[in-house]
Antibody
Framework: EVQMVESGGGLVQPGGSLRLSCAAS????????MNWVRQAPGKGLEWVSY????????YYADSVKGRFTISRDNAKNSLYLQMNSLRAEDTAVYYC?????????????WGQGTMVTVSS | QSVLTQPPSVSGAPGQRVTISCTGS?????????VHWYQQLPGTAPKLLIY???NRPSGVPDRFSGSKSGTSASLAITGLQAEDEADYYC???????????FGGGTKLTVL
């Protein structure tokens, strides 16, 4: 079964750091581009970051640029998001999402999400 | 304020047809980028519903269809069912942002 499971969320103080993980299974992880998408409580979806299959190409939303770092370990079938200098507005459910393939940039598989709460 | 604009809510009776619009600009939909649609049932992760404007992934009923024209796109749902009650999001790429953008989401209520 194709699935992705996020972990690492929790409560953190403003200015703090957190590292999210996404464990993939059921598909050849190293062949797929990956993304992080977040959803603040009661709000819509916001794309956060993208990483190519090899990790050589990375993009960030302006709202997290310079504070968040996306990475992957293809040997461990895992995707990561290092979040530093966290702010209250970063409070959200964070989803990892797979890009369909090189020719179709839709996000076809999503994890169940992990909640990040930034509060003092 | 989302880059892609969707109506906050739509509603329809069982069996009816509803459409959800998604309006962008010359840097995203109007630039030729594909539009994708997602369905998010309450308390769950989003699910891909339509990709590349009008294609359905395996397992998505043909009651769901998509279209795109100019700087806008639409999702149509025919034969409305109670289980279709969910939030729906459009998505596209944006050249000015070097990334992907979502619409603000539309809550579908089945009356």
């Amino acid at each position: 079964e194709v699935q992705m499971v996020e972990s690492g969320g929790g409560l953190v103080q403003p200015g703090g750091s957190l590292r999210l993980s996404c464990a993939a299974s059921g598909f050849t992880f190293s062949s797929y581009e990956m993304n992080w998408v977040r959803q603040a409580p009661g709000k819509g979806l916001e794309w956060v970051s993208y990483i190519s299959s090899s990790g050589s190409t990375i993009y960030y939303a302006d709202s997290v640029k310079g504070r968040f770092t996306i990475s992957r370990d293809n040997a461990k079938n895992s995707l990561y998001l290092q979040m530093n200098s966290l702010r209250a507005e970063d409070t959200a459910v964070y989803y990892c999402a797979r890009t369909y393939n090189w020719d179709h940039d839709a996000f076809d598989i999503w994890g169940q999400g992990t909640m990040v709460t930034v509060s003092s | 304020q989302s880059v892609l604009t969707q109506p906050p809510s739509v509603s329809g009776a069982p069996g009816q047809r509803v459409t959800i619009s998604c309006t962008g600009s010359s840097s995203n939909i109007g630039a030729g980028y594909d539009v994708h649609w997602y369905q998010q049932l309450p308390g769950t992760a989003p699910k891909l519903l339509i990709y590349d404007n009008n294609n359905r992934p395996s397992g998505v009923p043909d009651r769901f269809s998509g279209s795109k024209s100019g700087t806008s796109a639409s999702l149509a749902i025919t034969g409305l069912q109670a289980e279709d009650e969910a939030d729906y999001y459009c998505q596209s790429s944006d050249s000015s942002l070097s990334g992907w953008v979502f619409g603000g989401g539309t809550k579908l209520t089945v009356l």
